[in-house]
C-alpha cells in the first residue's frame, strides 16, 4: 500500500481543503502517515496570506523533498496561485495544484507515475472560475466539530491583502450541495459544524441568495445541534439580520466580527468597506437580541501610516465595545498588494511596541466576559478527556466558545451537557460543578 503525508498551511479553509484531499487519497487507497515519516507522496496545501507564509510554504516543499528524494511532492493551493516561478522551480516539486483544481489530485497523480519525467501541472487563471470547486469531506478529525466549507474568493480588495489574487473572485456553493455535506457529517457524529469560506459575508452574491438563507437551511438538518459562523464582515450584521439569527436556537452566540482598525483614516487607508461607528453599530444589534453574545475580533497595528494618535482611537474604541478576545497582528508587509507601496512604513519596534499594549489590554476583556457565568447554568459540548491541575478531566466548549472542565465523569465525549459553572480557572476557563451535571442529549 503507498502511504502519503498532508500538511497543511494556513487558514480552516486551507484545513478544510487539506483534510478533503486527504480523504481522497483514503478512499484511492493510500495509507496516510505522519509528515515527519517516509512517503511516497507528499501534499503541502500551502498558505500565501504573508511573505512569511511563502517562506513557509517553501521550506515544507524542500523538507518534503528531503524526506524522500523518490517520493512525490505536490504543492497545492495559495503559494502556488502568487509564488514566483523561480522559487517554486527551486522547491523541486513534482506536481503544481491551483486553487479551484485541488479536486484534480488523483487524476495528476496518476498522470505522474505514467510520466515521471514531466512535471504535472493544474493551475488556472484564478480570475477566470465561476464555478465552486467540487470538494467535500464525509467526517473530521475533531471527533464533535466539524467544518463546512461553503464559499470561496474574495471581492474586497483590502489594500494589504493578498488573497483575492489568490483565490480569486467570490463562488458560493448550492445550498443543496452543502445540505448533502452537512447530512453525511451528522450521521458521522458530528453535533456541531462551523460554516466557513474565504469571505463568509458574500455567501449567494453570485447566485441569488444570501448567508441567512444558508443557515435557515442548515438550521433544519436532524443530528446537528450547534451552528458557528465563520469570520463576518461587519455590514453584513444588519438588525433585521441578528434577530433571524437569534431565531434559530442552534445559532451559537459566538461572533468573529473583523475590524482591523478601530480609526476611520487607517480603515480608509486599508479600503474597509465600513467605518467604526458602522462596526460599534453591529455590535450592538448582536447584544440587542442575544443575552450575552461573544464577539471576537482581528486587529492590525502599525498599518503604514499608522500615527500615535490613530492607534490610540483604535486603543480606545477595543475598550468600549467590549471583546471577548481581540487578536491582535503587527502589520506585515505583502509584496504584490497595495499597502506594501504606501509611504509611511512604520518600524518593526513600534509595531511590537504597540501590539504588546493591545494585549496586555485584552487579558481583562476575556476574564470579565467569563466572570459573568459564575453561579449560572452554561451548555456545553464535551470534546476531549485530558488533565489539568494533575487531575482528569473533560474539556469543551459553552455555544459562545468559552472553554470549560469538568473534573468527573466517564465517557463524555461529543456529549451535551448543562451545569452550573463553580469558578474560574486561569485565563478565561470555567469549571462545573461536579454535583450539577444534566446530560441534555
Avoid at 517554486?88 to 503544481?96: K, W
Wanted: net charge neutral; glycine share 8%; hydrophobic share 35%.
Amino acid at each position: 500500500m503507498k502511504k502519503a503525508a498532508v500538511h497543511n498551511l494556513g487558514c480552516k479553509v486551507n484545513a478544510y481543503e487539506a483534510e478533503a484531499m486527504q480523504q481522497m487519497l483514503e478512499e484511492h487507497g493510500y495509507e496516510i502517515v505522519p509528515f515527519s515519516e517516509k512517503a511516497d507522496v507528499y501534499v503541502i496545501n500551502t498558505c500565501s496570506v504573508t511573505n512569511v507564509a511563502d517562506k513557509k510554504s517553501r521550506q515544507m516543499l524542500r523538507r518534503a523533498k528531503r524526506q524522500n528524494p523518490q517520493g512525490i511532492v505536490v504543492a497545492a493551493g495559495c503559494y502556488v496561485q502568487t509564488g514566483k516561478e523561480q522559487d517554486l522551480a527551486d522547491c523541486e516539486i513534482d506536481i503544481l495544484i491551483g486553487n479551484n483544481k485541488k479536486h484534480d489530485l488523483i487524476a495528476l497523480l496518476e498522470e505522474f507515475e505514467k510520466q515521471r519525467h514531466k512535471k504535472q501541472a493544474e493551475i488556472v487563471d484564478i480570475n477566470a472560475p465561476t464555478e465552486y470547486e467540487p470538494l467535500s469531506i464525509g467526517r473530521s478529525a475533531e471527533h464533535t466539530r466539524a467544518f463546512l466549507k461553503v464559499q470561496d474568493g474574495c471581492n474586497q480588495f483590502c489594500s494589504y491583502c493578498i488573497i483575492p489574487y489568490a483565490r480569486g473572485r467570490v463562488r458560493s456553493r448550492s445550498i443543496k450541495e452543502a445540505l448533502e455535506e452537512a447530512r453525511r457529517l451528522a450521521a458521522n457524529g458530528h453535533k456541531e459544524l462551523v460554516l466557513t469560506g474565504i469571505h463568509l459575508s458574500s455567501y449567494g452574491a453570485d447566485c441569488g441568495t444570501d448567508l441567512l438563507h444558508l443557515i435557515q437551511a442548515v438550521h433544519e438538518v436532524e443530528g446537528i445541534r450547534r451552528i458557528r459562523l465563520g469570520s463576518l464582515e461587519p455590514k453584513v450584521v444588519t438588525r433585521e439580520f441578528a434577530k433571524k439569527l437569534s431565531g434559530m436556537p442552534k445559532v451559537c452566540p459566538h461572533f468573529h466580527l473583523s475590524l482591523q482598525s478601530g480609526c476611520d483614516t487607517v480603515l480608509k487607508r486599508m479600503n474597509r468597506k465600513y467605518t467604526a461607528k458602522e462596526y460599534r453599530e453591529s455590535c450592538e444589534y448582536l447584544r440587542e437580541f442575544f443575552e450575552h453574545p461573544a464577539i471576537t475580533t482581528d486587529v492590525i497595528v502599525g498599518f503604514p501610516g499608522e500615527t500615535e494618535e490613530e492607534f490610540e482611537v483604535t486603543r480606545r474604541f477595543l475598550q468600549e465595545v467590549g471583546f471577548f478576545e481581540v487578536h491582535v497582528f503587527p502589520y506585515s508587509k505583502r509584496q504584490g498588494t497595495k499597502a506594501a507601496q504606501m509611504q509611511g512604513q512604520v518600524s518593526e519596534g513600534v509595531k511590537t511596541f504597540r501590539s504588546r499594549i493591545l494585549t496586555e489590554d485584552k487579558k481583562g476583556m476575556g476574564e470579565a466576559f467569563a466572570s459573568w457565568y459564575q453561579g449560572r447554568f452554561v451548555e456545553v459540548l464535551w470534546e476531549e478527556e485530558t488533565c489539568l491541575e494533575g487531575k482528569r478531566c473533560y474539556i469543551g466548549h459553552t455555544p459562545e466558545y468559552v472553554k470549560t472542565v469538568y473534573f468527573g465523569g466517564e465517557h463524555l465525549e461529543n456529549k451535551l451537557v448543562r451545569g452550573i459553572v463553580k469558578r474560574q480557572l486561569e485565563s478565561h476557563v470555567l469549571e462545573l460543578e461536579t454535583d450539577s451535571i444534566e446530560n441534555i442529549d
